[in-house]
């Protein structure tokens, strides 16, 4: 775990006969990774190119196949894969069926899609009969009540109720009708009436049917007659309803015909509506028998495609009955993968016994880091950033507690830390149920359930140091300070004193005003009442993120020592390391000593120095004779160690001529300005922080405080609503937004600031023939 798996190169040798049942042994136990030992031939001219087409034929029939039983709701069965070996023969043979199984699904869609369109153009013309009845009485009453014009006499006046109309020139009109949808319909209205003017009567309603609006998908549309004089008009109206998709329909010109061809349709719908009905519950039928056995199918398919990709790998000799292979796989796993070899040879019944040959290589081999479900998800971080080198130090089981606690660092808080701890034990609890989902979301969420539980843990922990939930502090153990030792007689105060300032000061000079032993956990609660509280914590904080920053830093710069001796690279020990950790030491070492030593030594505020003017005196050499000092010889130890650390730097580029000391002066220089921007960089610790923590102080005071202020009766109802606004805020900003904030500064603390301290990242990843890791992805 702390170091990838030792790899070995094995070379094997099996019949052909047993290829299928030895592959798949290996498939099973996922441990072995085939190289390509054909690099130079093309995927379309390897020997089994056509088989791996035939199982990706067999996926697209499958995927219909599933498709068609997710439109029908037909629930597939799930089937837990027994682990048995797919021979050809039943590949063949399963190939048959689905096949067949696909032809009739899709000879049972042709004529259910059939007859829905003879089912909805019958509901259509029903629906047109109907509406057609009012349709011919209007423009009958209208040309009864014209008198008869010619051709320069007035037109009839137009009539709009929910019509078009218009007439002249002699009274015989022919009819069209049809049914268009509703949205073109002022469109299509709007064309005839710009080329005929006033030369049509236009009737249209909409259809009422719910039957057929539901047999459409919901869309509505209208039944129209168009009444016109002369067969060239009706022409071109027929081509305008073309263009406008109408579905134009027979009409009869009398009642009575009209009548008898309704009755003749409301039969012929309900014909068909039995005929569908069978159609879709034959179609069920044969759905619902292959659902019980489509996922089994599937995962021999796959298995079988796997099989043919890793043989398409593999060399075969002239004779064609021996089959070579090379394969990576763990030193402390070969005997697991001889003995599936073995199994795998005696399930096909074959005379010889695979032999396994290790073989010495300069080729590298990949990496590979042993998981389990608890340190998946934080090797997939590190592995984000670049896969490790082979045999190089694996940050994982460190990322494990530096990642959430840096990020506690930032989001400090035990309410918030508590909500991302409930959220993480659900998803654990629910980690069956939410598996099945597919939402990215959800996967994210289940995978990287661990994490948020630390994550969770930590920030409790950190909220107990700061002292913080959701804004208010504890006070288990009693503070520290007290106010009643500051009034007379001991102290300087009197009631007077208490009524006329603002601001009072509590000086630990006093006796028993200050109890001489700090708070037993985290901050002093008296600090949250206090008017310097942000000043306070502003410089806490700041300095915490510089001890941090710089003992992680630090932390990575010993890992690399590490490396160096695995690897027996003991120049780079000398040339390096030594001098990296003393640069370092001597500079941001030394700024983690001044932190700490004034914090031990009583000072006056007034007189004390500050660390940073301090520090940045101590790299320009400046001193003046009113500078304030710490402790005796200061300014002599500061110059010593900065003339340490410069003398470093040429240490550093002591290596080979030519482009390596060029690389070596570039990674010198990377690295001593590299030290100064990384230690700055950990200031994010002190910014967010601070910065989490007055939002949640601006919730409280903006929403809650006034909330429980309200008074009974309504203001119950008012509390209702802050309370609700309040939760609302919380997780939206404080835990949604300034989680995702934190937890992103962590990344990168992790992958810039730490890991280029002794992580390469250049290897690539073992990716071993594995029918778990392939039958859990999705299809």
Request: glycine share 4%; with cysteine; net charge neutral.
């Amino acid at each position: 775990m702390f170091r990838s798996e030792e790899m070995c190169l094995v070379q094997l040798f099996f019949q052909t006969e047993s290829a299928h049942t030895c592959i798949h042994q290996l498939g099973l136990l996922g441990l072995a990774q085939f190289r390509d030992l054909n690099p130079g031939t093309a995927a379309f001219q390897r020997k089994f190119v056509k088989e791996v087409k035939r199982c990706e034929e067999m996926e697209r029939i499958l995927r219909f196949l599933e498709a068609e039983m997710a439109r029908c709701a037909i629930p597939v069965s799930a089937v837990v894969d027994s682990g048995g070996v797919t021979c050809p023969r039943e590949l063949l043979e399963l190939e048959c069926k689905i096949r067949k199984l696909e032809e009739e699904l899709k000879e049972i869609n042709c004529n259910h899609d059939a007859l829905k369109r003879n089912f909805t153009e019958l509901l259509e013309i029903s629906s047109l009969l109907k509406a057609s009845r009012d349709f011919f009485e209007e423009a009958e009453s209208q040309l009864s009540s014209s008198e008869l014009p010619s051709e320069d006499s007035v037109s009839i006046a137009t009539i709009r109720r929910n019509s078009s109309a218009s007439t002249s020139g002699p009274q015989k009109l022919g009819f069209i009708a049809g049914v268009i949808k509703q949205d073109r319909f002022p469109a299509f209205e709007k064309v005839l009436w710009r080329l005929f003017h006033e030369n049509f009567i236009l009737r249209h309603a909409e259809i009422q049917d719910t039957e057929q609006q539901t047999e459409n998908t919901m869309v509505k549309k209208d039944a129209f007659v168009i009444f016109v004089q002369g067969d060239q008009v009706q022409g071109k109206i027929k081509k305008i309803c073309d263009g406008f998709r109408a579905s134009l329909y027979p009409c009869p010109n009398t009642l009575s015909a009209r009548e008898q061809m309704r009755m003749s349709v409301h039969i012929r719908i309900e014909d068909l509506r039995m005929i569908l009905r069978r159609t879709e519950e034959f179609r069920a039928t044969v759905l619902t028998k292959a659902a019980t056995s489509i996922q089994h199918w599937v995962n021999k398919v796959k298995k079988m495609k796997a099989i043919y990709y890793t043989l398409n790998l593999c060399n075969i000799d002239i004779t064609q009955k021996l089959i070579v292979a090379e394969i990576w796989c763990p030193v402390s796993d070969l005997n697991s993968v001889q003995n599936a070899l073995i199994k795998g040879s005696e399930q096909s019944g074959s005379s010889v016994s695979p032999i396994l040959n290790r073989i010495h290589t300069q080729h590298t081999p990949p990496t590979f880091n042993r998981t389990n479900v608890f340190t998946k998800g934080f090797q997939t971080i590190v592995d984000a950033y670049g896969v490790s080198n082979y045999r190089e130090v694996n940050p994982t089981p460190y990322t494990i507690i530096t990642f959430p606690f840096l990020f506690a660092v930032m989001f400090g808080d035990c309410g918030h830390g508590l909500v991302l701890t409930l959220l993480a034990v659900w998803v654990i609890v629910q980690q069956k149920k939410l598996s099945c989902c597919r939402s990215e979301f959800v996967v994210v969420l289940v995978e990287g359930r661990f994490i948020i539980l630390l994550m969770g843990l930590f920030s409790i922990y950190t909220g107990l140091i700061y002292n913080d939930c959701f804004s208010k502090s504890f006070s288990i153990y009693g503070s520290s300070w007290s106010v009643r030792h500051m009034f007379q007689p001991s102290g300087p105060w009197s009631n007077e004193t208490l009524h006329s300032s603002g601001h009072l000061t509590l000086d630990p000079a006093v006796p028993r005003v200050y109890s001489g032993s700090p708070y037993m956990l985290g901050i002093d609660p008296v600090w949250n009442i206090a008017s310097n509280k942000l000043s306070f914590l502003n410089s806490y904080k700041m300095k915490m993120s510089v001890i941090l920053g710089v003992s992680h830093m630090l932390f990575g710069t010993t890992l690399s020592l590490v490396n160096y001796i695995h690897f027996r690279n003991f120049q780079n020990i000398l040339l390096r390391f030594i001098p990296e950790l003393v640069f370092m030491l001597s500079l941001f070492g030394y700024l983690i000593f001044l932190i700490v030593f004034k914090w031990c030594v009583q000072l006056r505020s007034e007189t004390a120095p500050s660390i940073l003017l301090m520090f940045i005196n101590m790299m320009l050499f400046s001193y003046q004779s009113s500078d304030v000092f710490l402790y005796s010889e200061q300014k002599a130890v500061q110059t010593f160690l900065v003339l340490q650390a410069l003398l470093m730097v040429p240490v550093m580029l002591l290596e080979s001529m030519g482009d390596i000391f060029a690389y070596q002066a570039i990674y010198t220089i990377e690295h001593c300005l590299g030290c100064i921007s990384n230690t700055a960089s950990y200031l994010r610790l002190w910014a967010l922080s601070l910065a989490h923590a007055e939002l949640s102080e601006v919730l409280w005071r903006m929403l809650l405080r006034g909330g429980l202020r309200c008074t009974p009766g309504l203001g119950a109802v008012l509390l209702a609503l802050v309370l609700c606004c309040f939760a609302l805020l919380t997780v939206a900003v404080l835990i949604v937004m300034e989680g995702l904030s934190a937890f992103l500064h962590a990344l990168r603390l992790h992958w810039v600031e730490f890991q280029n301290k002794f992580y390469q990242g250049a290897g690539f990843k073992f990716t071993p023939l594995s029918f778990t890791s392939l039958l859990k992805t999705q299809p």
